[in-house]
């Protein structure tokens, strides 16, 4: 499935949106709030910098989209319309074939992906471990490695190297009659004298682990707190975590006020601000602190080996070049801990560092020049040569033996899970030839058994059972494998349907596409179904119908039937939302698997807001949630609100006597109501209809103040109150002397 989408500087999404969808979603949201800009965005297959879709475990799957761009893209005036290839109702055994293997191939991916975390699991523990013996080696090379520097040359500054080492020499060491220190430290003396002519190499730096310690993917994330709360959602709109985080301490010291604008606060409001930066932003801070005391600690060591070459130069070699280098580095490393500071005393801030590795490249590439040098140099020296060799396998073997437990224990645990991971590893290998084979078979069982008749025969069936008779699909002999839309007659139909007609057969198309495929094989193949605003312009049957057939796409996906994995359904009908958002007997799908999404649209900027239960409810009372959302609805809109509210309520529900409501008003405040009340027989009568009507003319402070006599003058004014609630003095404060 989609686990995550993040798009931004897309249509009238500017500011970056985040969501985290889940099996089944429902989309609410009124036309052009960015709905069908959601669903284009889903059907893309690259996205531009910033938007991405995030699948599980990596495994894209296609994505089927109905919209408007489907529509255009598979029934434009002169383009054929592909056939969709079935199984057809002959085929039962094949498709109990089909659905066998397609079990089998899902039962073969959940394995993989189970085997995928048990193997990451163990080749993790298998990095600790290694990871803690190193750190036991190393202290060995502490202990000795100052006494015995030359003898250890190119293992000093390599934790890694150094544990390869003691591990490599551990099998030569005689047990019977183990290295003597002080023999060692004599033989050290002679072979390493500084008499001698013959010069030690330098060690090169490990690129892989520069590589490995610049790793920090939180630099470039924003570290904010919870945006579950209403002060953390508000707090994450105006990108200013940081700038509360340090405001905390001085609320402490501010005598119950706002350390900022000097206003009281409220008794909750530090405790609230201080529950937005929860555990996980307190985590991710402290990793980022761990980061930078590692990236200090690397970066520290591999200034002190390169100081070191410089404060121990060799006469025949000149290290101008080399210093400069040096220098470079230094600057460079300076630089990225000043900006890994900048990050941790502003977590929400992205930052970056820029990698040392071509500059380390460049020193290694001196390096290897000295080397060189140093060998021919060294050619020359042949007696020291050999009792160097000597002290320095002594004193390996020495180290080895000092070790001797630590090794033991590290090889008994490295062997025992490096067995498991190659079991694990097999097991996925296993799985995934299996997998091929369930997958292939389906393949070439489609590949004999389909054809693109069945889906003529069952979209003309429903066309004939909904009184569609004027027109209906049928295979193209002039073009293989595609369809035409005809009249009985026999002429093409296509570019005379009216829009009710052709949005019904449209989504009928689409609906079969995902039981199907334009190709002879796929037919089973696992997918996500996006469907954007299937009703528009049809009769209270066909609404039925296409609600039936959206419920029947959400039980296949939540049967995992058809390979459905995901779904997502957008809508600005409320009729349609409620008829697909509930399962049979009026039961909610379970909040385990669903997420309830509402798209809106304020200053011409789009956001999603996320809701664990259903939140659209009747359409009067989603008019009157309209009308309290001051920080969303538009202002040119507010007229027809007003209106239908007055309509459903008075007309529908209490009866209106027109002329005494508009009696009881005079001078300016009777025309506006006259307005409000007149627009009642001029506009929609339906309360699920889009008719949106704006009015320029007036103050809104005075339609919304006249809206309110309305009902306290006809004596319906309890009503009023109960339906606005808290959010009165909201809704005449936004709108005071607003012209």
């Known amino acids: 499935m989609i686990q995550n989408i993040q798009i931004q500087n897309i249509a009238t999404y500017t500011n970056p949106v985040s969501i985290n969808p889940r099996k089944i979603n429902f989309f609410y949201g009124s036309n052009g709030s960015g709905k069908t800009t959601l669903s284009n965005f889903l059907g893309l297959d690259t996205f531009q910098d910033g938007c991405n879709v995030t699948w599980e475990d990596g495994r894209k799957l296609p994505v089927l989209v109905y919209n408007k761009k489907f529509v255009e893209d598979n029934f434009v005036e002169n383009k054929t319309i592909s056939g969709i290839f079935t199984l057809g109702q002959a085929s039962k055994e094949a498709q109990e074939f089909i659905s066998e293997q397609r079990k089998e191939a899902n039962e073969c991916a959940k394995l993989i992906e189970t085997h995928t975390r048990s193997r990451d699991k163990v080749a993790q523990e298998i990095d600790k471990l290694t990871s803690d013996f190193e750190e036991t080696c190393w202290t060995v090379q502490q202990k000795y490695g100052s006494k015995f520097s030359e003898a250890l040359s190119g293992y000093r500054g390599s934790k890694k190297a150094f544990r390869i080492k003691c591990l490599q020499e551990y099998p030569n ?170 990050k941790i005393a502003m977590p929400a801030t992205k930052v970056n560092i820029d990698s040392i590795v071509p500059i380390v490249k460049r020193i290694n590439t001196i390096i290897a020049g000295y080397n060189a040098e140093i060998k021919k140099n060294n050619n020359i020296v042949q007696n020291q040569s050999n009792e160097k060799e000597r002290c320095q396998k002594l004193l390996w073997q020495y180290f080895a033996c000092e070790l001797r437990n630590s090794i033991q224990q590290y090889q008994k645990g490295f062997d025992g899970k490096m067995r498991g991971l190659n079991v694990i590893t097999n097991k996925i290998t296993e799985q995934s030839e299996k997998e091929i084979k369930h997958k292939k078979l389906i393949a070439d069982k489609e590949e004999t058994l389909t054809s693109v008749v069945p889906t003529v025969n069952a979209i003309n069936g429903i066309l004939k059972r909904f009184g569609f008779d004027g027109f209906e699909l049928a295979e193209n002999p002039s073009e293989k494998a595609t369809y035409k839309i005809i009249r009985p007659d026999g002429s093409n139909a296509k570019k005379t349907l009216s829009e009710g007609e052709y949005n019904f057969v449209t989504f009928l198309y689409f609906y079969h596409l995902i039981y199907g495929s334009k190709d002879k094989t796929g037919i089973a193949t696992d997918k996500v179904v996006v469907v954007d605003d299937p009703i528009s312009s049809l009769d209270s049957n066909v609404l039925f119908i296409i609600s039936t057939l959206v419920r029947t796409i959400l039980n296949g996906c939540i049967d995992e039937d058809k390979g459905i994995k995901q779904v997502f359904i957008m809508t600005h009908n409320v009729y349609f939302h409620k008829e697909v958002s509930f399962l049979g007997s009026r039961k909610k799908y379970p909040t385990t698997y669903t997420a309830y999404w509402v798209v809106k649209k304020a200053n011409n900027i789009s956001d999603i807001i996320f809701y664990e239960e259903n939140p659209i409810q009747t359409s009067y009372e989603l008019l009157w949630a309209e009308l309290k959302d001051v920080e969303y609805h538009q202002r040119v809109t507010l007229f027809n609100t007003l209106r239908r509210i007055l309509e459903y309520y008075f007309n529908i529900i209490g009866g209106m006597d027109y002329e005494k409501c508009i009696d009881q008003f005079e001078g300016e405040d009777k025309i506006i109501c006259k307005a409000l009340i007149s627009c009642i027989n001029d506009g929609s009568h339906f309360i699920s209809d889009d008719f949106v009507m704006s009015y320029e003319s007036g103050t809104m402070e005075n339609y919304i103040r006249v809206f309110k006599l309305i009902f306290e003058n006809m004596g319906h004014g309890s009503h009023y109150r109960m339906m606005i609630g808290q959010a009165e003095s909201i809704l005449e404060a936004a709108y005071t002397s607003v012209d």
């Open 173 to 342: 060491i005689d047990n019977d009659n183990p290295p003597v220190l002080k023999d060692i430290e004599q033989l050290y003396n002679i072979a390493f004298s500084k008499e001698r002519e013959t010069y030690l190499f330098y060690n090169e730096i490990d690129t892989e682990d520069v590589i490995k310690n610049e790793e920090c993917t939180l630099l470039g994330k924003r570290i904010s707190g919870s945006a579950e709360t209403p002060i953390g959602t508000f707090i994450e709109f105006l990108h200013n975590s940081d700038w509360v985080k340090q405001g905390i301490t001085y609320a402490a010291k501010s005598e119950g006020k706002c350390p900022y604008c000097q206003q009281v606060l409220p008794k909750v409001i530090q405790q609230d601000i201080e529950e937005f930066f929860d555990e996980v932003y307190k985590k991710e801070c402290a990793l980022i602190r761990d980061f930078e005391r590692q990236y200090k600690s690397f970066t520290d060591a591999l200034l002190s080996q390169l100081k070191n070459i410089s404060d121990n130069p060799i006469l025949l070699l000149d290290y101008i070049l080399f210093k400069a280098e040096v220098e470079v580095l230094t600057a460079l490393i300076d630089a990225n801990k000043s900006n890994i500071q900048n």
